[in-house]
C-alpha cells in the first residue's frame, strides 16, 4: 500500500518476539519489493476500524488486514464518496495485492478511483492515484503507473502535504529508475530526499537515499551513490530499527561487491546474513546466501559460490540463482550440465522472466560457447544480447553485451571489429567510476595490440593497476589468489608482447615477475603474526577460536563416510569460513596499519646480476597459450629463447611431458625408460642455454605451473643426472628472494626435530598413514651433529608442545611427519603431528598443524626441513604458483625450505637426511671459516646464493645416486630446496 505520514510511528514499535517476524516481513517487502511502492497510508485517526486496518497491515499480516477493510467496507457502504469508503477500498485492494490476488486487487483500487470527485482533498486523492499507480505496477502495467505516479505528484503539491510530495516522489524515482530513466529517477529522489529531511522522518529518508543511490550508480555516479548509501546507514541508525538497518547492509554490500570492494562487500553481507539467520525469515535467507555465492564466484571459488546457491535453491524457486548455479557448473568444466541449464531457460521461460534475464542467459550461453570454442554459436548469442540490451538503456548490459561480441570477433581472427565493439564496451564501462573494470581493459588492450598499435601497452598498465586494486581490496589468502588468478595469464601475455614487439628483454622480465605470487610477496612484507600488535587480546582470542572452530569442522569431514552428513558438514563448515574472512575483512578495514605497508618492489636484473656469482644463472620459465619463454640471467649476460607448441597449449603441453617423467620415475621404472621421457623436457627446458653458458655450476629456478612439480635434479644428461652437474634450488619468484628472511640471524639454539612416528592406522582420521618408526632414526641420526638439540619423540610429539616451544631460538627446524595437501582450501593442508586431541590449554589442538597455524609461528630458522610426503604440493593457482606448505613456513620467518615433490619412503629418507645433515657441517665450516665468522659478526657477511645448504642437499643427492639400494631418483629426487 501506498504509505502516509503514520508510517512515522514504525521507529517508535516495541513489538514482542511473537509480532516480530511479521513486522520483519512488512519491512522488506517495502525495501525490497519492486513492484510494491512504500507503505504510506491514508489520513485517518477518527475511525477505529481503519486505524486498526493501518495497524495489521502495516505488520504484514495481510489476511488479516483483508478483514478488517471489509467490514470498513460493509459499515460505510452506503456513503462510497466520503473518504472513509475510499480508503477502506483502497487498503482492501492493497490487501489482496500483497497477497498475490492482483486482479481483485487492482479492481477494488480502481472502485476508490472512480469514487474521487472534486470534493475530496487533494492530500487523499493524490493517496489514492499513487495506489492505483502502484496496482499498476504490481501488474507490469508501466506506462499506467507512470501517468498516475505523475498524476498523484500533481494533487500532492496542489495539497501542498509534505509527506504526500515526498511518498509520491519516492515512488516515481523508483518507477523511472526500473524504466531506465535514470535522470528522472535523480529528479524525484532529490524531491523526496529533500522533503523528508525537513519532515525529519529518518525511517522514509533512509530509504530515500537508497533510491537516489540506485539512480546515480545507474548514471554512472559511483562517488554520488556511495555517499547517499553511507548516509542512509547512518540514518537507519537514528530510527534504532535493526530490520532495516540489515537491508542497507545488503545495499552497501552489493554496491561494494559491483565496485570490486569485496571486503567492504563480505562485511556487509555477512551482518546482513546474521540478521536474516537470526529472524529464520526463509524467504529473506535464501536471497541472502545468493548474495555471499555471488562474492565468492566474484572471486573464481565457483565450488564454494556453487554450495551457496544450491542452499538458496533449496529454499526458493529463483531464475537468477539458477542461471547462476549453471554458470558455477560451467566455470568448473560441466560444460553440457550447464548448457541444458541455459536451453531449458530459453525453451520454458518463466512468465515473470524479465528482458535483464533474458539478455543474462544469452550472455552467459556466449561465453560457454567461447568457452567451448563454438564460435558461431557464441557470436549469435552475444549479438542476440547486445541488440536486447540496447532496448533495455542499461549501461552496465550494453557494456557486457559489446565486450562479449568483441570476444568472440577476435576469436574469428576479425580484429577491425573486435577493437571497434571493445571500445564500444570500455567506453560505457569507464563511466562508472570505481568500478570492475579490468575486464573491459584486457579486452581493449589485446584488440589494440592484435592490430600492432601501441596503445596496447597503455591500456595493459592501466589494466595491471586495475587488477592490482581490486586484488587488494579483500584480505585472506584464497580469496586474493582467486581475484589475481582470473588476470595472471594476461601478466605473461602483455610480457611476451614487450620480447616480440620491442625486443625488451627487461621490461618483458619486469611484467612477467609483477603477475607472479603477489599474495605470497604481501605475506612476506608484513606477516599474519603482526596481526596480534594491531588488534586487542580479546578480538585476537576470539579470532583464534573461530579458526578453530574452522578446523574442528574439518577433522569431522576427514573422520566421515556418509554422504549425507558430509554435505551438512561442508555447509557447515562454508558458513564459519564466511563468518571468518568477513572478520578478518573487517579488522583489516577498521585497522588501516594492517594495509599500510608499501607495495613490494619488482626484481630488476640487473639487481638479479649483482647478486649472482660467475657461475650462478637464473632461469625464469613462463608460459603464454601457445608458447613457453624461458629467461636466463647470469652474471654478465641476459637472453631468453621461446618454444611454439601448435596442437595443444603451451602449458598443457609440458604439463603431458612432466606428468609422464614424474610417473616414470615414482612407477620405479627402469633408466632406459627414465631417459627417454627426459629427453624432451631437457631439450625444450634447458638445453639452448647449457651449451652456451659452459662455465655454469649452479641453477636457480623459477618455475611456473607444472613445472613447479618437475624434479629438474633427475633429467639425465648423456648417461648422468643433471644434479651431478649442477646445483639446483627453486624460487617462486625471483622477486620473492628479497622478502624472504636472511639467514644468519641470532639464533641460540641449533636443531629443533619432530618425529612423527606413532600414527594409528585404526583411528578414522589417520588411517590413511602408515606408521613411521624410522623417524625416530632419523632424528636420532641428524641429532648428532649438533650441540644444542630439542627433540620430540613419541609421547612427546604434540600439537601444543611445538607450539609452546621457543621455535624462534633455533637454527634448523626438522619435522619428520606426514604432510597432508588439501587442494580445496590450502590453508588446511599441513602437518600431521599426532592422533592425541588436547583439550587442556587455552584451545582444544586436534594434532594436526594446518598452514595457517604455521604462518602465525615465528621462525629465525636458516631452513626448515619437512621430510614429509608431498610437503612441495598443493593447489596450483594460476599467478601464485604452488601452494605448498612452504609459503607457510616462509611467511612464519623461515629462509630456506627443503621439501618433497612426492610420497617418500620412511626407512630410505631416514638414510638420505642423515647423509644430508652430515654433509651440511661439512659445508658450513668449508663455507665460513675465521674470516667469514667475523664479518657475520658486524653484519658485513654477504650469503651467497649458493651456499653450504645447497651443497648438502647436492651431495646427498650424489652420494645416493652411487648407493647399493637407494640409487634410483624415486628415493632422492622428490626433495628440493626453495628460498635463501
Known sequence: METTKYIRCMRQ???????????????????????????????????????????????????????????ALAKHQNNKSEKEWIIASVGLGASLLDQGVYDKGQEWILKADSSLS?????????????????????????????????????????????????????????????LGYYDDAIKFGRIAVQSFEQIDDPFLLSISYRNLASAYEALGFTEEAEDNLIKSYNTTIRTQNNDLTST?????????????????????????????????????????????ASVYMSLGDFER???????????????????????????????????????????????????????????????????TVNLPEALAYAEKASQLSQKTESKQLNARSYALVAKVNARLDQPVRALTYSKKAYNIASLFKGYR??????????????????????????AFSEIEREQRSVYGENLESGVFSNYANFYNEVAYWYLKENDDINKSFEVTERGRSRVLLERLAFSDSELQNVVNDTTLIALRQQEKNIDKVYREIERLNDNQSLSALREKVNE???????????????????????????????????????????????????????????????????FEVDSLSSEEFISGLVSAFRSSIQNNDSLDSISAKSVPLYDL???????????????????????????????????????????????????????????????????????????????????????????????????????????????????????????????????????RVN??????????????????????????LNSKEISSLTFNADMVVLSACNTAIGKMISGEGLQGLQRSFFKAGASSVVVSLWSVYDKSTASFMGSFYENLTHFEKEEMGLWNNFKLLFDLYETPVFGYKEKALQQAKKEFIQHPYYNHPIYWAPFIMIGK
Not at 327 to 346: H, M, P, T, V, W
Not at 583 to 598: A, D, F, G, I
Open 13 to 71: 514499535l516495541h513489538v514482542n518476539t511473537l509480532k516480530k517476524k511479521s513486522l520483519l516481513i512488512a519491512l522488506f517487502l517495502i525495501v525490497f519489493s519492486t513492484s510494491a511502492a512504500y507503505s504510506q497510508y491514508a489520513n485517518v485517526t477518527d475511525d477505529s476500524l481503519l486505524v486498526l486496518g493501518n495497524e495489521v497491515y502495516r505488520k504484514g499480516n495481510y489476511p488479516e488486514a483483508e478483514v478488517i477493510y471489509r467490514k
Open 118 to 178: 472534486e470534493a475530496i482533498h487533494p492530500e487523499l486523492q493524490a493517496y489514492v492515484k499513487s495506489n492505483v499507480a502502484w496496482a499498476y505496477k504490481a501488474n507490469r502495467d508501466y506506462s499506467n503507473s507512470q501517468k498516475y505516479y505523475t498524476t498523484a505528484l500533481s494533487l500532492a503539491n496542489r495539497s501542498g502535504d509534505q509527506y504526500r510530495i515526498a511518498q509520491v516522489s519516492n515512488s516515481l524515482s523508483l518507477l523511472t529508475y526500473q
Open 248 to 292: 542497507v547492509h545488503y545495499y552497501l554490500g552489493s554496491f561494494y561487491h559491483r565496485t570490486g570492494s569485496y571486503d567492504k562487500a563480505l562485511a556487509n553481507y555477512s551482518k546482513y546474513l546474521s540478521f536474516v539467520q537470526e529472524e529464520g525469515v526463509i524467504n529473506y535467507i535464501a536471497p541472502a546466501y545468493e548474495f555471499v
Open 305 to 371: 559460490a556453487l554450495d551457496y546457491f544450491n542452499s538458496s535453491a533449496n529454499l526458493i524457486e529463483d531464475l537468477s540463482i539458477t542461471l547462476n548455479i549453471a554458470f558455477c557448473y560451467q566455470k568448473l568444466g560441466e560444460f553440457d550440465l550447464a548448457r541444458s541449464y541455459y536451453n531449458k531457460i530459453l525453451d520454458n521461460p518463466d512468465q515473470n522472466q524479465t528482458d535483464h534475464q533474458t539478455i543474462e542467459v544469452y550472455l552467459k550461453l556466449a561465453d560457454l560457447e567461447l568457452e
Open 437 to 462: 573494470i579490468a575486464d573491459y581493459l584486457v579486452q581493449l588492450s589485446r584488440s589494440y595490440h592484435a592490430l600492432g598499435n601501441d596503445s596496447s601497452f597503455y591500456y595493459a598498465e592501466i
Open 576 to 642: 564459519l569460513e564466511f563468518q571468518y574472512q568477513s572478520r578478518t575483512n573487517e579488522l583489516y578495514l577498521n585497522h588501516p596499519k594492517l594495509r599500510s605497508v608499501n607495495e613490494s618492489e619488482i626484481i630488476k636484473i640487473s639487481e638479479i646480476q649483482d647478486m649472482l656469482s660467475d657461475n650462478d644463472a637464473l632461469i625464469e620459465y613462463m608460459f603464454t597459450d601457445n608458447k613457453l619463454v624461458v629467461f636466463w640471467v647470469t652474471k654478465k649476460d641476459i637472453d631468453y629463447h621461446s
Open 685 to 819: 627446458l634447458l638445453k639452448p642455454f647449457l651449451n652456451k653458458y659452459q662455465a655454469i655450476e649452479n641453477l636457480l629456478i623459477v618455475p611456473s605451473k607444472s613445472l613447479s612439480l618437475l624434479p629438474f635434479d633427475a633429467l639425465r644428461i648423456n648417461d648422468s643426472y643433471l644434479v651431478e652437474h649442477f646445483n639446483i634450488k627453486y624460487l617462486p619468484s625471483a622477486t620473492i628472494y628479497n622478502y624472504i628472511k636472511p639467514p644468519h640471524r641470532t639464533t641460540s639454539r641449533d636443531l629443533f626435530a619432530v618425529a612423527g612416528s606413532g600414527l594409528n592406522e585404526v583411528i578414522t582420521s589417520t588411517k590413511n598413514y602408515s606408521s613411521l618408526p624410522s623417524t625416530i632414526l632419523e632424528v636420532d641420526a641428524i641429532s648428532k651433529g649438533f650441540t644444542d638439540v630439542l627433540s620430540l619423540k613419541n609421547r612427546d610429539v604434540s600439537e601444543s608442545r611445538i607450539k609452546t616451544s621457543a621455535l624462534n631460538e633455533f637454527r634448523y627446524l626438522h619435522f619428520a611427519t606426514h604432510g
Open 823 to 848: 587442494e580445496q582450501n590450502p590453508e588446511q593442508s599441513g602437518l600431521l603431528i599426532s592422533e592425541l586431541i588436547e583439550t587442556e590449554g587455552a584451545f582444544e589442538e586436534d594434532g594436526y
